[in-house]
């Protein structure tokens, strides 16, 4: 049986998929499919194994803000994770990829990799799994190999890969004559009647030390940066932070332009199966199986007399009606709504520019602030004061802490609370309350065994996130 360590590329601001997806929280970490999140779903894909083929523990690759977000879903999942990398900055996939190609090959240099992102779609494990079997006899003999998927329509949202042929019954390893950017629609349609011509998964399978030999070759520049970044790497509570200094050196480039347009020894293996990298929201509508008149709707929606059409609302207490709706897409939050025609799914990213150039906290920031501990929301918003919902893991403590311009009035609603406020630490159950005065030095924790939810009334002056003051953090924040 061979072993492969997958590698998880999780970063990412999925912008198309706004309001749903942001850049605080964006969409591999969103059940947009099923009751799954996609990250997770990505992870169990590449966990396990049959008689043939097994997995390794998986290689995560993310930045500082998604850090816990990452462990609390793979372990929520029931994945132990291999190594979590933090990029200390954004650098695209190409020094992403080397340096889990560097950690990998430290160990052994016959190390197999597949390097995969964490927000696609593919129902049929099995036969992705059997997709991978297919690749490693060709990374056996050195190759490095990209999975092309069987167009089912005129695509414009993806890159192409174009064969010398048609791809075999037996979907076998196929040489690669090009890359083909994005096309299109005229385009698109000719490559998808062209018959030898698949979309580009940007997923990829090798050997560690193939990697960096083809890094040697095509890609220079990144290896000395890169491998500084693996060498100075630090630990942080379990955590692996790449070094700031010279990852920020390393060029801003994808894998495909510093590497696999230059390799030779690159192969592709044909996967004809379905797969999504749901790019957009006319790509949700269709992996939730419209019904006969197209139409899909959320538990929050009701559709009257209309076709093509999805609706969705994420708020329980949001409904969302549309009435003679034709080729629309319409998603409701509790922040924002988006309506569309269907056939502008690409153009949601537009919609993100224009809020952030009005300063709309909407574009980036989700309705759920996640942070180690749990997440909060607030609910409502007025003259000097806030009211947020508080949810706090098992287990878990918000900092030793302080305000300059507001108190606080604590109310447990489910579970149990211990509560510091000075020199007092005690117990407040459900339906008990206690007041933070201002300037008093406080902390709650959830000391039980289930999610402890409180409610949080501030009142003062100024009531923004950044009034705070830490003395002391588990999770070593600033």
Same mark, same amino acid.
């Given at each position: 049986?061979?072993?492969?360590?997958?590698?998880?590329?999780?970063?990412?601001?999925?912008?198309?998929?706004?309001?749903?997806?942001?850049?605080?929280?964006?969409?591999?970490?969103?059940?947009?499919?099923?009751?799954?999140?996609?990250?997770?779903?990505?992870?169990?894909?590449?966990?396990?194994?049959?008689?043939?083929?097994?997995?390794?523990?998986?290689?995560?690759?993310?930045?500082?803000?998604?850090?816990?977000?990452?462990?609390?879903?793979?372990?929520?999942?029931?994945?132990?994770?291999?190594?979590?990398?933090?990029?200390?900055?954004?650098?695209?996939?190409?020094?992403?990829?080397?340096?889990?190609?560097?950690?990998?090959?430290?160990?052994?240099?016959?190390?197999?990799?597949?390097?995969?992102?964490?927000?696609? =779609? *593919? +129902?049929?494990? $099995?036969?992705?799994?059997?997709?991978?079997?297919?690749?490693?006899?060709?990374? #056996?003999? !050195?190759?490095?190999?990209?999975?092309?998927?069987?167009?089912?329509?005129?695509?414009?949202?993806?890159?192409?890969?174009?064969?010398?042929?048609?791809?075999?019954?037996?979907?076998?390893?196929?040489?690669?004559?090009?890359?083909?950017?994005?096309?299109?629609?005229?385009?698109?349609?000719?490559?998808?009647?062209?018959?030898?011509?698949?979309?580009?998964?940007?997923?990829?399978?090798?050997?560690?030390?193939?990697?960096?030999?083809?890094?040697?070759?095509?890609?220079?520049?990144?290896?000395?940066?890169?491998?500084?970044?693996?060498?100075?790497?630090?630990?942080?509570?379990?955590?692996?932070?790449?070094?700031?200094?010279?990852?920020?050196?390393?060029?801003?480039?994808?894998?495909?332009?510093?590497?696999?347009?230059?390799?030779?020894?690159?192969? =592709? *293996? +044909?996967?004809? $199966?379905?797969?999504?990298?749901?790019?957009?929201?006319?790509?949700?509508?269709? #992996?939730? !199986?419209?019904?006969?008149?197209?139409?899909?709707?959320?538990?929050?929606?009701?559709?009257?007399?209309?076709?093509?059409?999805?609706?969705?609302?994420?708020?329980?207490?949001?409904?969302?009606?549309?009435?003679?709706?034709?080729?629309?897409?319409?998603?409701?939050?509790?922040?924002?709504?988006?309506?569309?025609?269907?056939?502008?799914?690409?153009?949601?990213?537009?919609?993100?520019?224009?809020?952030?150039?009005?300063?709309?906290?909407?574009?980036?920031?989700?309705?759920?602030?996640?942070?180690?501990?749990?997440?909060?929301?607030?609910?409502?918003?007025?003259?000097?004061?806030?009211?947020?919902?508080?949810?706090?893991?098992?287990?878990?403590?918000?900092?030793?802490?302080?305000?300059?311009?507001?108190?606080?009035?604590?109310?447990?609603?489910?579970?149990?609370?211990?509560?510091?406020?000075?020199?007092?630490?005690?117990?407040?159950?459900?339906?008990?309350?206690?007041?933070?005065?201002?300037?008093?030095?406080?902390?709650?924790?959830?000391?039980?065994?289930?999610?402890?939810?409180?409610?949080?009334?501030?009142?003062?002056?100024?009531?923004?996130?950044?009034?705070?003051?830490?003395?002391?953090?588990?999770?070593?924040?600033?």
């Amino acid at each position: 049986m061979k072993t492969i360590t997958p590698v998880l590329l999780c970063g990412g601001s999925g912008t198309r998929l706004w309001p749903l997806s942001r850049k605080s929280y964006p969409k591999q970490f969103v059940p947009l499919v099923g009751e799954e999140t996609l990250f997770q779903a990505s992870a169990k894909r590449l966990s396990g194994g049959t008689d043939a083929l097994g997995f390794a523990a998986p290689m995560v690759l993310t930045n500082a803000d998604f850090r816990f977000i990452v462990a609390e879903q793979l372990q929520s999942a029931g994945i132990d994770p291999g190594a979590i990398l933090i990029e200390p900055s954004v650098r695209n996939t190409a020094p992403a990829i080397l340096a889990a190609a560097i950690r990998a090959a430290a160990v052994n240099e016959n190390s197999i990799l597949l390097v995969a992102p964490s927000d696609h =779609v *593919v +129902p049929d494990v $099995a036969a992705f799994h059997a997709a991978m079997i297919r690749g490693l006899s060709a990374v #056996e003999q !050195g190759q490095i190999v990209t999975f092309g998927i069987k167009p089912t329509h005129a695509e414009t949202a993806y890159g192409y890969l174009e064969l010398p042929h048609a791809p075999d019954a037996d979907g076998a390893p196929m040489g690669l004559t090009r890359f083909v950017e994005k096309p299109d629609a005229a385009q698109a349609q000719t490559l998808l009647e062209a018959g030898n011509y698949l979309w580009n998964a940007g997923i990829f399978m090798f050997r560690a030390g193939d990697m960096l030999a083809a890094f040697k070759d095509h890609a220079p520049d990144l290896l000395t940066p890169v491998q500084r970044a693996v060498d100075e790497a630090e630990e942080d509570l379990g955590f692996l932070r790449l070094a700031p200094d010279p990852w920020a050196e390393a060029d801003d480039i994808s894998i495909d332009y510093a590497v696999m347009e230059r390799a030779e020894n690159l192969s =592709v *293996v +044909p996967f004809d $199966a379905d797969w999504s990298d749901l790019g957009g929201w006319d790509a949700v509508w269709r #992996e939730s !199986g419209p019904d006969a008149k197209g139409v899909v709707t959320s538990n929050s929606a009701t559709a009257i007399d209309c076709s093509n059409t999805l609706l969705r609302s994420e708020s329980e207490r949001l409904e969302l009606v549309g009435i003679g709706l034709d080729n629309i897409m319409a998603v409701a939050m509790n922040d924002a709504v988006l309506v569309a025609d269907m056939s502008r799914a690409q153009d949601v990213k537009l919609a993100v520019a224009a809020l952030k150039e009005k300063g709309a906290d909407q574009a980036v920031a989700f309705p759920k602030d996640h942070r180690p501990w749990g997440w909060f929301e607030s609910l409502v918003v007025g003259n000097r004061f806030q009211v947020k919902r508080i949810l706090v893991h098992p287990g878990a403590s918000l900092s030793l802490q302080s305000h300059f311009h507001r108190s606080e009035h604590w109310i447990v609603v489910e579970g149990t609370a211990r509560v510091t406020v000075d020199d007092d630490v005690k117990l407040v159950t459900e339906n008990q309350s206690v007041y933070i005065p201002l300037g008093a030095v406080h902390r709650m924790e959830n000391p039980g065994k289930v999610p402890m939810v409180l409610i949080e009334v501030q009142t003062g002056a100024y009531v923004g996130e950044d009034d705070i003051v830490r003395y002391e953090d588990v999770y070593s924040r600033k």
